[in-house]
């Protein structure tokens, strides 16, 4: 009989972690949110060929508070990868804290880029440069606003005791979605602040 | 590891004929209206699609043909500049959004799991949502030109004429909000068949045991969520511009250029993701009436990739006329032209598998056979176009109108109405009309060949498309006087499958489970489905599970008619990417009002935006956020949650 | 309009190029169209006699036999197109001169431009070129996206904002070939069409020479004319060798030589002239250009005068 040689194991019932249906959903949400980043870095490096060096504010733009910044960006990552290790163990405490170290930067992140945005001279409505950094790190900030967000739910459910070492679908989710976040800035951060030094 | 957490499959076990109560019980929209809201069954999500699209397609024809009748005669008085203007651009709208996209989303969302041998999708509720959206956005975009401040720069709404400097009022600005709306929808629904395509077909159905329908809805998703982001942000940067002076296409300091580039890297594989699938319609359907699997079935899905890879290549092949080097206009027109490769693979494998057939003439095949003819007019004179310097000739005359039209009514409408012929037993239970059938193939078929083969020659005659009238003595008159006749009697056409629809509802020949004695999946369980589709989980041998007895293929006999029962709640298998093994048994979520709920927050959302309304706005982001989170609320660990949204 | 046939070397090779890719598509059609209907004809059947029996012969050799042609036809036609665009990518001699040509919401403004500041002068709409003798075009908007289109001698080349198109015309035959907008561009994208006269080259130079001249100075019988003119229309409209110098309006020194108005769709007539001043959206709906509101005697003045302006 074919069905004696198909099903050949027990079958795990519902979402396993990685296994699960909503695990390649996001994968299909970040594929789709990458593009999205792509079109808004094409749209910068297209205005800035046909422009040419003049149209940067700044040759060599202040990397004082986007340079920490961007470390405490990757160091969340780490946090988050911790965090997600600690429920896979069953370690409630280090899956807390991890989520919660991870909470804690994405914010800091956001309030230095708040700063930063501050210190800028230009506005979104100054020139063509202007509307694509405030439109791009705006873009990202909201991402890690909706990331920081979606990390703070899964922290309070697992504050109820939602998750276990089989049962951690949403805690996968939010970690693979942070990760993918944390890895658009560094384009980002490639393109606004350091492509200049190279390219200009 | 509690018993919840993994069972044996080979437990509760039924014979396809007997599957009791418990599962009806289980996968039944209940009665009553708020249920019917929270339905998150395919099927009916899937005919919600459907109709509605058409629902919007009947919109676009009337927009048609009241400019067919400015159109008529030269220097016409039926319509003002501005009413052509919102006429044109609604007409693109609607068919190319609202119509093309969602139909092909309909067909597919209906035929999926049943084709897969699946219990629903891989996110019914996503699948709801992805519905709600659109129904929003076409009502968001239709409201705006109710108003008197519809769309009026045409669907490809070219900066900076779109700019608020020479556009000062909302029209745009509903465009631009109602689309990004609209791509919503279309990436959580492309989303929602990508994954539904890796994880949820039916054990033993390896990829290469697939319909070409869903290679053709795969591809076109897979597209759709690397494409619809670039028209999204290129709407919504404008969007900026207009509302809060920013400067990215704008005269001043903008690049009005980039518009064009961010439009048509979407715009151009759209084409293809609004025929693809219905070509694969032509490609499942066809075969069933000739009584013989499709030539080339691996060339075929092969190219249907190949054709959407090509087509994220050449989207400059619409700009040819912007300025660019020679190097550029002979690099994309090669590009372009390479493109007729896999549409020419497709091309000879209908026709040798009329030839090798044995057909059978039914109305659905008399519209899948006249597909092949009306692609391959559709598709010489996109290869005409491939050419930049006859493009230089050719673009933004009613040559390409023709060619357009041939390509979305011949490759998209021809496929979808005969679809309709064939699938309508399996939606209703009942057949259609083939006497009225033939009347309405032949009356669409002349129609349409007369409205639109003309257009061709006023083209190369030198009439410009988007012209609200056009002086006498240019030599246009009498084709374009030709062209309203046909195109009023390809509304006669569709008028035909109106009726017959209507009447064939209540009185159709009973079709019984597999009227066309056709070899995929869906004509394994009854007419109209029953809620839970298979009452057993099948298992597949090969391409074709109801033509294994005649072709006497496979060693082995895919299972169909006794197997796995899964009536634990809603449950279905889920199977390994490739090969198709289970791996998995998949909760799926009870019918809900999320969805629902999530695209009202949404619209509210936009509808604040559109207006500068902004605690509208925020209202709308709250009630987002709320459903979002009731949405994905877990169970406790020790129950089983739902895996999927 | 139509561009099956041209009259000059930018646009002949692509017309070989277009009736080339006309009849490789019309035989695949035929082909295809034949195969089709004989194959239905040939091998269908009604369903009243019943369902015949599945098989499975092997037929794919048929896709591949179908292809090879169609490659073949692909690198001769694309072979073909890089030829073309070679060829009609630069004029075979250097062009005698430059014409700025640039669109606007809905009309042409046409601009020769000579070696000396003195020998450049603007007209608008129709535009004079001498026969065989390459003009090089600059093609450029002030406002929205345009396409600039003679297809009797070229094809299209779009205005875009902040960009400079070249393009350039020769024709080589005398006539006068229509041209019209061919990009959306706003209400009266349907209003917005051209003409190139072109005319052996000492017509065109006495021409040339016509229009480089300021106007003449008006008659005493249409002073009065000048007067409502340079009141009403001179903030929009130049008159060269007069006060008037708008600059947002066709440039009006030489009206009464052109034979068409408002962007090549009316005649140029002194009724249509004066229903045109009138109230120019009667006509056109859309224009820029603003009703008036003169009187009956004032626009009996001013179309006098603008009659003068040959």
Same mark, same amino acid.
């Given at each position: 009989m074919a069905e004696t040689a198909i099903f050949d194991r027990p079958l795990p019932v519902g979402s396993k972690g990685r296994d699960s249906v909503g695990w390649w959903g996001v994968l299909c949400l970040i594929a789709t949110e990458a593009s999205l980043f792509a079109y808004l870095l094409f749209s910068y490096y297209y205005i800035g060929v046909q422009r040419g060096p003049a149209w940067l504010p700044e040759i060599h733009p202040k990397l004082t508070l986007s340079g920490p910044n961007t470390l405490i960006l990757l160091s969340s990552s780490v946090a988050v990868w911790w965090g997600e290790e600690g429920i896979k163990h069953g370690r409630r405490a280090q899956h807390l804290t991890g989520i919660g170290i991870g909470i804690v930067l994405g914010t800091a992140f956001l309030i230095i880029q708040g700063f930063e945005w501050k210190a800028k001279t230009f506005g979104l409505n100054t020139s063509a440069y202007g509307s694509l950094f405030y439109t791009v790190t705006g873009f990202h900030m909201a991402h890690v606003f909706v990331g920081v967000a979606v990390l703070l739910v899964v922290w309070i459910w697992a504050l109820i005791g939602y998750f276990s070492p089989r049962h951690h679908a949403r805690v996968s989710v939010a970690a693979i979605y942070w990760h993918f976040v944390d890895v658009v800035w560094l384009f980002v951060f490639s393109t606004f602040y350091l492509s200049p030094y190279v390219l200009a | 590891m509690s018993a919840a957490e993994e069972r044996a499959p080979g437990g509760a076990r039924a014979r396809a004929d007997f599957p009791g109560p418990k599962l009806l019980e289980i996968w039944e929209t209940k009665p009553g209206f708020i249920n019917w809201l929270a339905s998150v069954d395919h099927k009916e999500i899937g005919l919600r699609y459907i109709v509605t699209a058409f629902?919007?397609?009947?919109?676009?024809?009337?927009?048609?043909?009241?400019?067919?009748? +400015?159109?008529?005669?030269?220097?016409?008085?039926?319509?003002?500049?501005?009413?052509?203007? +919102?006429?044109?651009?609604?007409?693109?709208?609607?068919?190319?959004?609202? %119509?093309?996209?969602? /139909?092909?989303? !309909?067909?597919?969302?209906?035929?999926?799991?049943?084709?897969? @041998?699946?219990?629903?999708?891989?996110?019914?509720?996503?699948?709801?949502?992805? %519905?709600?959206?659109?129904?929003?956005? !076409?009502?968001?975009?239709?409201?705006?030109?109710?108003?008197?401040? !519809?769309p009026d720069a045409g669907w490809f709404n070219y900066v900076p004429y779109t700019d608020r400097a020479y556009n000062p009022g909302i029209n745009i600005d509903v465009y631009s909000l109602g689309l990004i709306l609209l791509g919503i929808s279309t990436t959580v629904g492309a989303a929602n068949f990508v994954v539904t395509f890796l994880r949820l077909r039916a054990p033993g159905m390896s990829i290469n045991r697939v319909p070409i329908l869903v290679w053709g809805t795969l591809t076109a998703s897979v597209a759709n969520l690397l494409a619809v982001p670039a028209v999204s942000l290129a709407f919504f940067l404008l969007w900026l511009d207009r509302q809060f002076g920013a400067h990215f296409f704008d005269t001043s300091q903008g690049e009005p250029l980039l518009w064009q580039h961010l439009f048509w890297m979407f715009g151009h594989p759209w084409v293809y993701a609004i025929v693809l699938p219905a070509m694969g319609m032509v490609s499942d359907g066809l075969p069933t009436f000739c009584r013989r699997p499709l030539v080339g079935y691996t060339a075929v899905?092969?190219?249907? /990739?190949?054709?959407?890879?090509? @087509?994220?290549?050449?989207?400059?092949?619409?700009?040819?006329?912007?300025?660019?080097?020679?190097?550029?206009?002979?690099?994309?027109?090669?590009?372009?032209? /390479?493109?007729?490769?896999?549409?020419?693979?497709?091309?000879?494998?209908?026709?040798?598998?009329?030839?090798?057939?044995?057909? /059978?003439?039914?109305?659905?095949?008399?519209?899948?056979?006249?597909?092949? $003819?009306?692609?391959?007019?559709?598709? $010489?004179?996109?290869f005409m176009t491939a050419a930049a310097p006859v493009d230089l000739q050719l673009t933004d005359t009613y040559f390409v109108v023709a060619h357009i039209h041939y390509v979305l009514i011949g490759i998209n409408v021809f496929p979808v109405v005969g679809a309709i012929y064939y699938w309508f037993p399996k939606f209703t239970g009942r057949l259609l009309s083939e006497t009225l059938g033939r009347w309405n193939f032949w009356t669409m078929f002349v129609g349409f060949n007369l409205g639109f083969f003309p257009m061709h020659l006023v083209g190369l005659a030198g009439m410009p498309r988007r012209v609200y009238t056009y002086p006498p003595g240019m030599g246009w008159d009498g084709a374009n006087l030709v062209i309203s006749l046909g195109s009023l009697l390809f509304a006669v056409g569709v008028l035909l499958l109106l009726i017959n629809i209507a009447v064939s509802l209540k009185r159709g020949a009973a079709a019984g489970t597999n009227p066309w004695r056709a070899p995929t999946l869906e004509w394994a369980v009854p007419s109209p489905p029953p809620p839970y589709n298979f009452a057993v989980i099948p298992i597949i041998e090969s391409r074709h599970p109801l033509w294994e007895e005649a072709l006497a293929e496979t060693p082995r006999r895919s299972q169909l008619d006794e197997g796995l029962l899964l009536d634990q709640g809603r449950e279905t298998i889920g199977t390994t990417p490739l090969d198709g093994r289970p791996d998995l048994i998949v909760n799926m979520p009870e019918d809900t009002l999320t969805p629902l709920t999530l695209a009202l927050g949404l619209a509210t959302m936009f509808a604040g935006a559109l207006g500068h309304i902004w605690w509208l706005a925020v209202l709308g982001g709250l009630v987002v956020a709320a459903s979002l989170i009731a949405w994905f609320w877990p169970k406790r660990a020790d129950a089983r949650e739902p895996a999927n949204g | 309009m139509g561009y099956l046939q041209t009259f000059g070397p930018r646009a002949d090779p692509a017309t070989a190029?277009?009736?080339g890719v006309i009849v490789i598509s019309l035989i695949v059609v035929a082909i295809i169209l034949a195969l089709v209907i004989v194959g239905v004809i040939v091998r269908g059947r009604q369903l009243s006699g019943g369902w015949p029996e599945i098989s499975h012969p092997r037929s794919e050799h048929w896709i591949w036999i179908g292809l090879v042609p169609t490659v073949l036809a692909l690198i001769f036609t694309l072979g073909w197109t890089v030829a073309v665009l070679a060829k009609i990518n630069s004029p075979a001699s250097k062009p005698a001169f430059t014409l700025e040509i640039t669109g606007h919401q809905w009309w042409w403004e046409v601009r020769y431009v000579g070696p000396r500041p003195a020998d450049t002068f603007t007209t608008a709409n129709e535009i004079h070129i001498p026969v065989g003798i390459p003009v090089l075009v600059k093609a450029a908007t002030a406002d929205v996206i345009h396409s600039f289109w003679i297809p009797a001698l070229t094809g299209k080349t779009d205005t875009i904002p902040g960009r400079?198109?070249?393009?350039?015309?020769?024709?080589?035959?005398?006539?006068?070939?229509?041209?019209?907008?061919?990009?959306?561009?706003?209400?009266?994208?349907?209003?917005?069409?051209?003409?190139?006269?072109?005319?052996?080259?000492?017509?065109?130079?006495?021409?040339?020479?016509?229009?480089?001249?300021?106007?003449?100075?008006?008659?005493?019988? $249409?002073? @009065? @004319?000048?007067?409502?003119?340079?009141?009403?229309?001179?903030?929009?409209?130049?008159?060269?060798?007069?006060?008037?110098?708008?600059?947002?309006?066709?440039?009006?020194?030489?009206?009464?030589?052109?034979a068409t108005l408002a962007s090549g769709i009316l005649p140029n007539d002194r009724a249509t002239l004066m229903g045109w001043i009138a109230n120019p959206n009667s006509l056109k709906p859309g224009t820029r250009m603003p009703a008036t509101g003169l009187s009956g005697p004032q626009l009996?003045? $001013?179309?006098?005068?603008?009659?003068?302006?040959k």
């Open positions: - | 629902g919007f397609l009947i919109l676009g024809g009337i927009e048609a043909l009241i400019m067919r009748m +400015q159109l008529a005669q030269p220097g016409g008085h039926v319509l003002s500049p501005q009413a052509y203007d +919102q006429l044109f651009t609604m007409h693109g709208i609607s068919m190319i959004f609202l %119509y093309a996209g969602p /139909v092909l989303s !309909g067909f597919s969302n209906y035929l999926w799991p049943l084709l897969l @041998g699946s219990r629903d999708m891989a996110f019914p509720r996503l699948n709801a949502l992805s %519905y709600w959206i659109y129904l929003a956005a !076409g009502v968001f975009i239709y409201v705006g030109f109710a108003l008197g401040d !519809g899905a092969f190219a249907t /990739v190949a054709t959407m890879a090509l @087509g994220f290549g050449v989207w400059v092949h619409h700009m040819f006329a912007t300025g660019l080097p020679s190097l550029a206009l002979s690099f994309f027109s090669g590009a372009s032209l /390479v493109i007729t490769i896999p549409s020419a693979v497709a091309v000879f494998a209908w026709t040798a598998t009329i030839w090798s057939g044995r057909p /059978v003439i039914t109305t659905a095949f008399l519209f899948f056979a006249s597909m092949i $003819v009306l692609f391959v007019i559709g598709g $010489v004179s996109g | 190029l277009t009736w400079t198109n070249l393009a350039w015309l020769e024709a080589d035959r005398a006539g006068i070939y229509r041209g019209q907008c061919t990009e959306y561009c706003g209400q009266q994208h349907a209003g917005m069409a051209a003409y190139v006269i072109a005319q052996p080259p000492a017509a065109f130079e006495a021409w040339r020479q016509a229009q480089l001249a300021p106007a003449a100075p008006a008659p005493a019988a $249409v002073a @009065g @004319g000048e007067t409502v003119f340079n009141d009403h229309c001179s903030a929009c409209h130049a008159v060269r060798g007069t006060s008037a110098g708008g600059a947002l309006g066709p440039d009006l020194t030489h009206v009464a030589s052109r009996n003045a $001013v179309a006098s005068y603008l009659e003068t302006l």
